[in-house]
């Protein structure tokens, strides 16, 4: 069998024709702005998780001066009302001592005055502290409405992935044992798709099994509009010695991602905006290359799908 395969390789690369360094350079351009955008991404991503975790901080600060201004109403009230009482009394006394003492009298309305005094200041505090609890108890409030929104909106958007890797695995039934998966990790789905099921040994042509997984896979895409679709080829290190259009396995990757492209593209209900072909080469293997089996897992083509963050980053930013 691995003879047949070297002599397919063989025959192949005789067939093959070379890109003009134009074009290379091209590649190697698109390649790495995508690169960049997708580093973007993830350190948007870890952004808003930091932010989302200063929020939860925010909340709990906020939460104990809640707290700190309660007992502090309460100590206000208490003190009022002992004083309340100091009054009382001391009017009562007042009136028991009128017919008695005139020095009596005047010491105990000088107290009055003083208590007087010290109760409407008292009074004026409460009142501003019940001012400052209601707006504390406001802000709190809103808080805990924008973290709530927050959380269930990330949650959402990670119940529609758990959706579309769903409606995914369904379409793709059809695959399984071929050299498919499809998996959910860090809030994104993976499907990967070996070249066995796709191309031809050093062929970046479709076959027609790969073909109808890559349409059957557009199908579920085209319902969702608002998911990033990027299409990474991987090869494995044996070195592409072929002449033609292709110098290396970088150009194969990047070659046969696009080819993928081309056909997710061929579905008028995916937006191509959304679409993105990036080539790894074999510097991203998932499996040693020391076998053939690991050289076999490492030959694929993934599709990484990632949720839109634009309704996330709006609402941290009304925050």
């Given at each position: 069998?691995?003879?047949?395969?070297?002599?397919?390789?063989t025959?192949?690369?005789?067939f093959?024709?070379?890109v003009?360094?134009k074009?290379y350079?091209?590649?190697?351009?698109?390649?790495?702005?995508?690169?960049k955008?997708y580093?973007?991404?993830?350190e948007?991503?870890?952004?808003?998780e930091?932010?989302?975790?200063?929020?939860?901080?925010?909340?709990?600060?906020?939460?104990?001066?809640?707290?700190?201004a309660?007992?502090?109403?309460?100590k206000l009230?208490?003190?009022?009302?002992a004083?309340?009482?100091?009054?009382?009394?001391?009017n009562?006394?007042?009136?028991?001592?009128?017919?008695?003492?005139s020095?009596?009298?005047?010491?105990?309305a000088?107290?009055?005055?003083e208590?007087?005094?010290?109760?409407?200041?008292?009074e004026?505090a409460l009142?501003?502290?019940?001012e400052r609890l209601?707006?504390?108890?406001?802000?709190?409030?809103?808080?805990?409405?924008?973290?709530?929104?927050?959380?269930?909106?990330?949650?959402a958007?990670?119940?529609?992935?758990?959706?579309?890797?769903?409606a995914i695995s369904?379409?793709?039934?059809?695959?399984?044992?071929?050299?498919?998966?499809?998996?959910?990790?860090?809030?994104?789905v993976?499907?990967?798709?070996?070249?066995?099921?796709?191309?031809?040994?050093?062929?970046?042509?479709?076959?027609?099994?790969?073909?109808?997984?890559?349409?059957?896979?557009?199908?579920v895409?085209a319902?969702?509009?608002?998911i990033?679709?990027?299409?990474e080829?991987?090869?494995?290190?044996?070195p592409?010695?072929?002449?033609?259009?292709l110098?290396?396995?970088?150009?194969?990757?990047?070659?046969?991602a696009?080819?993928?492209?081309?056909?997710?593209?061929?579905?008028?209900?995916?937006?191509?905006?959304n679409?993105?072909?990036?080539?790894?080469?074999?510097?991203a293997?998932?499996a040693?290359?020391?076998?053939?089996?690991?050289?076999?897992?490492?030959r694929?083509?993934?599709?990484?799908?990632?949720?839109?963050?634009?309704?996330?980053?709006?609402?941290?930013?009304?925050?």
């Open positions: 069998m691995i003879k047949k395969i070297s002599i397919l390789l025959v192949l690369i005789v093959s024709s070379c003009s360094p074009v350079k091209e590649l190697e351009g698109k390649y790495s702005t995508l690169k955008d580093n973007a991404l993830e948007e991503n870890g952004n808003l930091d932010q989302k975790n200063q929020l939860l901080h925010d909340l709990n600060t906020l939460a104990k001066q809640y707290d700190n309660v007992t502090k109403n309460d009230k208490s003190d009022y009302e004083l309340k009482v100091k009054y009382d009394n001391l009562n006394s007042y009136t028991a001592l009128e017919e008695n003492s020095v009596a009298i005047a010491e105990n000088k107290k009055n005055r208590l007087l005094a010290q109760l409407e200041a008292k004026q009142a501003i502290e019940n209601k707006q504390l108890e406001k802000d709190l409030a809103d808080r805990s409405n924008r973290v709530n929104e927050l959380e269930s909106l990330i949650a958007k990670d119940q529609a992935m758990r959706d579309l890797k769903d369904r379409a793709l039934t059809d695959f399984e044992g071929k050299g498919l998966t499809v998996e959910q990790r860090d809030g994104k993976y499907v990967s798709m070996e070249n066995k099921l796709l191309f031809k040994s050093g062929s970046w042509a479709v076959g027609q099994e790969g073909q109808q997984a890559v349409e059957q896979l557009g199908e895409l319902n969702n509009h608002d990033a679709i990027l299409i080829g991987h090869t494995d290190n044996v592409y010695s072929g002449s033609g259009q110098k290396g396995n970088w150009d194969l990757s990047t070659k046969r696009t080819a993928i492209v081309k056909i997710l593209k061929s579905n008028p209900k995916i937006n191509p905006e679409l993105t072909a990036a080539g790894r080469g074999e510097f293997p998932i040693t290359n020391k076998s053939s089996e690991g050289r076999a897992k490492n694929r083509i993934e599709v990484i799908l990632t949720p839109k963050l634009d309704e996330i980053s709006k609402l941290l930013n009304e925050i």
